[in-house]
């Protein structure tokens, strides 16, 4: 992976910034947030996360020291210093010893820590980023990374590639609990420079903004050469044969079964590409395309298992209707039978989303991915495109693994998550004006 760090561009960034009455820490933060999110490789819409801890004067007049995290909804390729709401760090810091705090507690007291409230929430791992002791941590959901973690062995794998600057942990869900982890293996390492997350990501570290950086393209670029010395066998395909009609006859269909009520109203993007033919053509998609996501925060946006719709040869659009139709209804008893068995081992009461897939592999004709608007779509869509890339390649090289179904039930089924069912839906979602 390339290094773009460039000693011109970051001291471009710094004269904007200090124009604009922001610091050099924040410029640099921002210059390297959006090296970081301009990778499609390293993350996408909204993923990952990045902070820097620098000290600001509030109206007071006081100096407070803060954490400069990003904020809910920007993302980090497009990041601005107002995507980086400063928290005080002192109140985060005294929590360091806290046993336990539930999600919401967790949120309310990063709110009520914003130099800003009018600020956007801080990230879910605002904690985790308080708790390592450097300016700047830089967080993606790197491919190279999921495709070494994500397969059997994938622990002792990791360990082969990376040195002893890198602690590796198994699969913590995101929050408070993972950045008490993260607080408790750094204590014990305090050398590291590097963290991978099983099934997760990556974080770097360090007192310097171009260091930091340059440690993620380090150890990604690791897991690269890695990957690229396995011995390869390709995914066994399908026949290609031809049908009597096309995407765009079929789209129609496929967002007619999707909005299955009045209430509930999809919009549908198609593509096609070498990675996506490839990938749902293979004679086993129904199995390894059941296995999960790259990375846990992928199944908000794309369900945990996507739709495989395989059209008889020569079939007629009729033909299609009906075995669409059985695919969706197939789709729905799955998910409903997903849901059923992992609220059970929850404590909290949960309510069931939707049953509509958000990603349907049509064989032989493409990928159709749904969302409550345009942007929606093609955001799944992109977010398939990477779980695609990522599951095939290792399906070539091992057999991919995940996460447990109940880890992505907890995430999709997320308390944060769930509280946005209830939120007023926009009067036009959904529908084609």
């Known amino acids: 992976m390339k290094n773009n760090w460039s000693n011109n561009e970051s001291k471009k960034y710094i004269r904007k910034y ?56 920007w993302d980090m390729g497009e990041i601005e210093p107002e995507g980086l709401p400063a928290v005080k760090l002192d109140p985060l810091l005294a929590l360091k010893k806290k046993k336990y705090l539930s999600d919401e507690d967790m949120v309310n007291y ?19 980023h308080a708790f390592l002791p450097f300016k700047y941590v830089d967080h993606t959901h790197a ?50 420079n590097c963290l991978i997350l099983m099934n997760h990501g990556i974080f770097t570290f360090s007192n310097d903004a171009k260091d930091a950086y340059s440690l993620m393209i380090k150890y990604v670029s690791q897991a690269e050469r890695s990957i690229k010395k396995l011995k390869v066998k390709k995914i066994k ?36 590409n070498k990675d996506l033919k490839y990938f749902m053509n293979g004679k086993n998609v129904r199995s390894y395309s059941s296995k999960g996501t790259a990375t846990p925060d992928h199944v908000i946006r794309v369900k945990p298992f996507p739709l495989i719709i395989t059209p008889k040869k ?14 969706f209804d197939n789709y729905r008893k799955k998910y409903i039978h997903y849901f059923n068995v992992n609220k059970k081992k929850v404590k909290d009461k949960k309510v069931m989303l939707d049953t509509s897939p958000r990603v349907v592999f049509v064989q032989n004709v493409g990928m159709f991915s749904i969302g409550k608007d345009l942007n929606g779509a093609k955001i799944a869509g992109d ?15 091992s057999t991919y693994k995940f996460i447990s179904e109940k880890d992505l039930f907890d995430v999709e089924y997320w308390s944060l998550e769930q509280a946005k069912i209830k939120k007023q839906k926009k009067l036009l979602e959904g529908n084609v004006v």
């Open 237 to 272: 395909q399908i026949k290609n044969y031809s049908t009597k009609f096309g995407a765009h006859e079929i789209a129609p269909i496929i967002r007619g079964l999707s909005s299955n009520n009045n209430d509930q109203k999809f919009i549908v993007n198609y593509r096609l």
């Open 18 to 73: 200090k124009n604009l009455g922001y610091s050099k820490d924040l410029a640099l933060r921002v210059y390297t947030t959006r090296l970081l999110g301009r990778n499609s490789e390293l993350v996408l819409h909204g993923g990952g996360n990045t902070s820097v801890k620098t000290s600001i004067k509030d109206i007071d007049g006081k100096k407070y020291d803060v954490l400069c995290v990003k904020g809910s909804g």
């Open 110 to 128: 990063q709110k009520r820590n914003l130099i800003n409230i009018k600020s956007p929430n801080p990230s879910v791992e605002t904690f985790l």
């Open 383 to 397: 977010l398939t495109d990477t779980n695609v890339k990522v599951i095939a390649s290792v399906e070539e090289t």
């Open 314 to 327: 020569n079939s007629s659009i009729n033909d299609f209707k009906l075995t669409a139709k059985k695919a």
């Open 143 to 192: 491919d190279a990374i999921l495709n070494v973690t994500n397969r059997p062995g994938g622990l002792n794998f990791c360990k082969k590639i990376f040195n002893n600057k890198v602690s590796i942990i198994p699969y913590v869900m995101p929050g408070f609990m993972l950045s008490k982890k993260v607080s408790d293996i750094y204590s014990k390492n305090p050398n590291i």
